[in-house]
């Protein structure tokens, strides 16, 4: 069987993560919400950690959302630095691929 070309690998793709962690920790604090009024009768059948699962569960997003939104503003903070690095280089061109 002949071997297909190999294709560069594509860029990765830029998500909205503080979006989809957001959205995310919403669920999981309306989870928890909706299962609290029903607490006495998930711990009659042994599920009274559910409530208490999403709680945590929300929190948890909490950090994750921190995390996400620091890692948005540091990678604003190195392309900015990138690109006025460029600047100073003169003509703005990669100073890799510059013939002088």
């Given at each position: ?94 100073p890799a691929t510059r013939s002088d």
């Amino acid at each position: 069987m002949p071997k297909t070309p190999l294709h560069p690998s594509p860029p990765p793709l830029e998500a909205n993560d503080v979006a989809i962690v957001g959205g995310g920790t919403v669920v999981w604090f309306v989870a928890f919400l909706a299962l609290l009024p029903f607490q006495g009768t998930l711990s009659d059948h042994g599920h009274g950690t559910w409530p208490w699962i999403c709680l945590s569960g929300g929190l948890l997003g909490l950090i994750g959302l921190w995390y996400c939104r620091a890692r948005r503003d540091a990678i604003a903070r190195g392309r900015a630095a990138e690109a006025a690095e460029r600047v100073t280089d003169g003509d703005g061109q990669d100073p890799a691929t510059r013939s002088d």
